[in-house]
Each structure stands twice: as structure tokens, then as C-alpha cells.
């Protein structure tokens, strides 16, 4: 059974930088592009960042652009999302996942259970 993990969510007020890591010892992890989704309240799941096997190119939402940077350590096997200057649209609980980037986009295939990121104004 895969299982990635999760940590770094929190309470932050807008203006704060925070990162989230996620780690597995169960995936063979640098055969798989890593990403993040974040899932508002009363919202659908929306992608946010994604990082190729060997961190060759990474990808980026609209939303985060310029204020968040995805990274991975193979050796590790740890992908981690620093965030910067979060706003309060940025509250969601975000999850880990490995990713299938296909012509429709960006596709979560093993899950974190997620962390919570609540910014407050």
C-alpha cells in the first residue's frame, strides 16, 4: 500500500511564508512526478504545483505562481511546496501526489491524506 505523509500545515496570517513536506517509504518515489492539490471548502480540488522525476521542470497554477516554488530530494524521498506571501484565498487543506501529466492536465494517482493551511487576513 502507498502511503505519503504529509507535514507543515498550519495557522499563518497573510504575509507568511510556510512549507509543506511530504515523504514516502512506500512509493518508489523518484519513478514518479510529485505534485500538490489543495481543495478549498465547498470548492473542487485544484492543482497546484508539480515537479518532474529529476526535478527537470516543474509546473505551477495560475493561482501560486511566483509566490510558491515545489522542490523534490530523490534521496530523500521527500517533495516539498515553500509558499510565500500567502493570502487568504490560499486556505485550503492541501494534498501530495504522485502525477500523471496528460493533454487534460495534471492528474493526482496516489494521495496524501492532506494538511490543513489556514491564512488569516
Known amino acids: 500500500q502507498v502511503q505519503l505523509v504529509e507535514s507543515g500545515g498550519g495557522l499563518v496570517q497573510a504575509g507568511d511564508s510556510l512549507t509543506l513536506s511530504c515523504t514516502s517509504s512506500?512509493?518508489?518515489?523518484?519513478?514518479?512526478?510529485m505534485g500538490w492539490f489543495r481543495q478549498a471548502p465547498g470548492m473542487e480540488r485544484e492543482f497546484v504545483a508539480a515537479?518532474?522525476?529529476?526535478?527537470?521542470?516543474?509546473y505551477y497554477g495560475d493561482s501560486v505562481k511566483g509566490r510558491f516554488t515545489i522542490t523534490r530530494d530523490n534521496a530523500k524521498s521527500t517533495v516539498s511546496l515553500q509558499m510565500n506571501n500567502l493570502i487568504p484565498e490560499d486556505t485550503a487543506v492541501y494534498y501530495c501526489?504522485?502525477?500523471?501529466?496528460?493533454?487534460?492536465?495534471?492528474?493526482?494517482?496516489?494521495w496524501g491524506q492532506g494538511t490543513q493551511v489556514t491564512v488569516s487576513p
Open positions: 512506500t512509493l518508489g518515489f523518484s519513478m514518479y512526478s
Open positions: 501526489a504522485s502525477v500523471s501529466i496528460t493533454g487534460t492536465g495534471f492528474h493526482g494517482d496516489y
Open positions: 515537479v518532474l522525476r529529476r526535478s527537470e521542470r516543474t
